[in-house]
């Protein structure tokens, strides 16, 4: 059984990668229909629904995942970029710090927490200058802040 749920997990990223994103969808459906509690097969369908634009459909995909599997940092740190592409910080650093809490040498997940750090703290920066116009030292902060900022990156299909 498990090299046929290994060859439909493999099918699936195939189609995900080829940009074939019903076709994945479909795949997966059919495979969890059967399988429900299929962990990896679950997180894939977040990733093709991620990568296909069903930004709600894949944080519920992930959030549901947290919950079920809280001990999987891939979901958290999912969920997280998908929080922070949405501008939502704070709760993409709660994500992130759950990922990394969950395994603590995921490098992934510390790499993006620090860009989510980053990124509040030029927000930060931002009202300070915001409240006070005359501060001198918030701008060279916030320049910093800035240049060190790299969008997070989702994890791949495959869990570490």
């Known amino acids: 059984m498990a090299a046929a749920q290994q060859a439909e997990h493999a099918e699936v990223n195939r189609l995900l990668r080829a940009g074939q994103f019903t076709e994945a969808l479909t795949k997966a459906d059919q495979h969890l229909a059967n399988n429900p509690k299929d962990a990896q097969m679950r997180f894939i369908k977040g990733v093709v629904q991620s990568e296909s634009g069903k930004v709600a459909e894949a944080m519920t995909t992930f959030t549901d995942l947290t919950k079920e599997f809280p001990e999987l940092p891939e979901p958290y ?5 998908l929080h922070a592409n949405q501008g939502q910080f704070e709760k993409a650093r709660v994500a992130l710090e759950m990922a ?39 701008a060279p902060k916030l320049n910093a802040a800035r240049s060190i900022f790299v969008p997070p990156k989702a994890a791949g299909t495959q869990r570490k």
């Not at 740190?77 to 970029?81: E, P, R, T």
């Not at 969950?102 to 300070?128: C, F, I």
């Open 100 to 138: 990394v809490r969950t395994n603590p040498s995921y490098a992934t997940a510390h790499e993006n927490l620090g860009d989510v750090y980053a990124k509040l703290a030029a927000q930060s920066y931002t009202r300070a200058q915001q409240i006070d116009p005359s501060n001198a030292t918030a």
């Open 77 to 81: 740190n999912n969920l997280a970029v």
